[in-house]
């Protein structure tokens, strides 16, 4: 069996969930005093701002699905899922051509991981 993962990064792995979402919102806060012609004065209204923007693209990036590509026995499958249902699962866990464990239920496949979990996926494409 073959594998690939597609998907997106975007926190930084030496920083916990915590501490990269408080480091993106003041990021984004002194992107909004600069962009605001750098106003004294107006630190909360930009944090509370930032938060906001923060927090909504947060929610979008755990909605966004992302897919592993599986081959078993010559047919190729495309299962689908959202990282906020992964359990943990990072995409690129698996390396192209990593031999895999793989069991089909209706229109869901489902990978085993090296930790002995399993990671859910909708199949959404299947090709020879």
């Not at 605001?36 to 701002?49: A, R, S």
């Amino acid at each position: 069996m073959e594998t690939t993962s597609h998907g997106d990064h975007s926190f930084a792995p030496h920083l916990g969930p915590l501490d990269d979402m408080h480091e993106a919102i003041r990021r984004r806060a002194e992107e909004i005093y600069v962009r605001n012609g750098q106003l004294p004065g107006h630190d909360l209204d930009n944090w509370k701002q930032a938060e906001a923007e923060i927090l909504t693209e947060a929610r979008e990036r755990s909605r966004r699905r992302s897919a592993v590509v599986v081959k078993v026995n010559g047919m190729r499958y495309v299962g689908e899922y959202t990282l906020d249902s992964a359990s943990g699962y990072e995409p690129g866990e698996f390396a192209a051509g990593d031999p895999i464990s793989v069991r089909f239920d209706d229109n869901k496949m489902f990978v085993k991981r090296r930790n002995g979990g399993e990671l859910e996926t909708t199949i959404v494409k299947r090709t020879h």
